[in-house]
């Protein structure tokens, strides 16, 4: 943290019930090291309690806070104000789109959430099946078994609020779902693979790889996808040439 | 019941074309919409057009120089450049789908498929306003 102390106007978008969304104005002396987040939440404790906003962990682990932060998606909890506005600034919060909200920033990523488990995406998962990103110290392995860790994909919802086909097609499973399904494999899985060999699966994706520019993670989405296409092809000219598998 | 102005919908197709915010790879998506539904609006002209030839040879030589006017040749130009954009992202959309990792270098992609079409613009342009 610095001793410099900034001075922004947070515009917060604000929806109750059936009410019509409109945004309200916040004027904050802030830290420019301090995350958005922090922002937000000091909105919540010092100017208006009825403000609503989904966080957890604060270390981009629960995938909670996602927002739209002057039109980008981000994810709250690390990303620095000074990343995103400068002094004097604003910083509009909005929610992440193609959710529905339920009030204020928090939205409704229930069918997210169900897909994910439909494709069989695991969330802890060996090492040597997701390895750690670029620039991770590796670790030694055990003598036996694997370590385990958490999968890249923190279901954050920040790849299908950026993807202008999920914006237009409500049925499109989209990106984290098909990075899930990719992650899974599709080899001997002919459910899985009938789910995602459609119209609304991966061939929906028409390659603005958003998904990837947002993703705060590992993921890269727009790859996975790109993958899942050729294990499928792999497949129908398997199935072309006789193979049952 | 959620009130879901913020769900996906048809009616959301806009959103395509609203690029706060979006990168590379979002451009060339949005481009390639708008060559395509240049592309088709062209296409309809077109027919419309050569339906008129029908009409004798007066009608012919009157259309001709209609299209010999600058303005024409300027939207000629348009059509021209929408052609080499649209083909050149296909062949990138092509690429990146179905060869390893491409997706990994989408963007650098992009732009050299951008610079291909502004560079061949520039030539088809220079050729049909010197002609």
């Not at chain 1, 981009?60 to 927002?67: E, L, R, V, Y």
Request: proline share 5%; with cysteine.
């Amino acid at each position: 943290m610095s001793e410099t102390k900034w001075n922004v106007t947070l515009l917060i978008y604000r929806q109750k019930g059936s009410q019509s969304p409109h945004y309200d104005t916040f004027k904050l002396e802030v830290d420019p090291d301090e995350y958005v987040l922090d922002a937000v939440e000091r909105v919540w404790a010092f100017h208006d309690r009825s403000l609503t906003f989904a966080h957890a962990c604060h270390h981009s682990t629960c995938g909670a806070c996602g927002m739209r932060v002057n039109d980008m998606e981000k994810l709250t909890c690390i990303v620095p104000i000074r990343d995103v506005t400068a002094d004097g600034g604003t910083l509009k919060i909005e929610p992440l789109r193609n959710f529905p909200v339920i009030s204020d920033l928090a939205v409704n990523m229930a069918s997210l959430y169900a897909h994910m488990e439909q494709v069989g995406h695991r969330a802890v998962l060996p090492l040597s099946e997701e390895p750690s990103e670029p620039g991770v110290r590796p670790v030694a392995k055990a003598a036996e078994d694997d370590y385990i860790r958490l999968a890249d994909c923190i279901e954050c919802g920040l790849c299908i609020s950026a993807c202008p086909i999920s914006a237009a097609s409500a049925p499109y499973l989209g990106p984290a779902v098909l990075a899930g399904a990719q992650q899974h494999g599709l080899d001997g899985n002919s459910d899985l693979l009938a789910l995602v060999d459609c119209a609304e699966g991966m061939w929906r994706c028409h390659q603005a790889f958003e998904c990837t520019e947002v993703c705060p993670s590992n993921v890269e989405p727009g790859l996975k996808i790109m993958q899942l296409r050729q294990a499928a092809m792999r497949q129908r000219i398997k199935h072309l040439f006789g193979s049952k598998k | 019941m959620l009130k879901n102005t913020n769900s996906p919908s048809s009616s959301n197709w806009w959103k395509w074309f609203d690029i706060r915010g979006r990168a590379a790879g979002d451009v060339a998506f949005m481009l390639n919409r708008i060559t395509a539904l240049g592309l088709v609006l062209y296409l309809a002209m077109h027919l419309v057009a050569l339906g008129q030839l029908a009409l004798g040879p007066g009608a012919y030589d009157t259309f001709v120089q209609i299209v010999k006017h600058p303005v024409f040749i300027a939207f000629e130009l348009l059509v021209v450049a929408a052609g080499i954009y649209h083909g050149l992202n296909g062949i990138r959309i092509g690429l990146v789908a179905f060869f390893g990792d491409t997706a990994t270098v989408q963007k650098q992609i992009f732009y050299a498929m951008l610079a291909i079409s502004i560079l061949g613009s520039l030539f088809f342009g220079i050729r049909m306003f010197t002609a």
